[in-house]
């Protein structure tokens, strides 16, 4: 016959099953919502975030970089209406291969709604945008956040508007860093 000495424990004893006599005398000391709190936190502590622990999301290409701007104007969509808003000449099936890649890729989401697949981003448009950058200033600029800027400046003509809230901009961000403007 198995003992509490060799682990086991009789059904009316544990608190759910599996658990061993140690939780069983937490939980008379204590109670039952205490016991399944702590339960909860250690059982959530040791799970692993795929978020956290995954590496950076690869860099869209540009045909993808086309459909999450569209996934980040309409939110959840289908392949159909992603198809349709990007207005290309490419077929319906290479739109669908494309999104079936970037969810594989990790950068977009499926899920179902009446029985239709449905996509969105996995990540914000400003996330990305800002991994695209730091990409491209560490590769085509050498790190250095001024020829990025000026490159940017130098590509197309810039409104004295725009540039003074680019002006502004950076003034601002000077200040949120404790730097002086």
Not at 62 to 86: M, N, S
Request: glycine content about 8%; aromatic content about 8%.
């Amino acid at each position: 016959m198995l003992s509490v000495r060799d682990g086991f424990v009789p059904a009316h004893r544990q608190v759910a099953p599996g658990m061993g006599p140690g939780l069983c005398v937490f939980v008379r000391r204590y109670g039952i919502f205490r016991c399944i709190t702590v339960f909860f936190v250690v059982a959530w502590n040791r799970m692993t975030s795929p978020r956290r622990n995954r590496p950076p999301l690869a860099l869209p290409t540009a045909a993808e970089l086309d459909i999450l701007a569209v996934l980040w104007t309409l939110g959840v969509a289908t392949v159909r209406e992603v198809h349709d808003e990007l207005g290309k000449d490419n077929r319906y099936t290479t739109t669908l291969k494309t999104m079936q890649l970037m969810t594989e890729k990790g950068l977009l989401i499926r899920s179902e709604r009446f029985g239709s697949h449905v996509y969105e981003a996995s990540e914000p448009r400003e996330q990305t945008q800002r991994q695209i950058a730091g990409d491209l200033l560490k590769r085509a600029f050498g790190g250095s956040a001024r020829n990025l800027v000026m490159g940017a400046l130098a590509a197309q003509p810039t409104s004295p508007e725009e540039l003074d809230e680019i002006r502004g901009m950076l003034d601002s961000f000077a200040r949120e860093r404790g730097g002086s403007s």
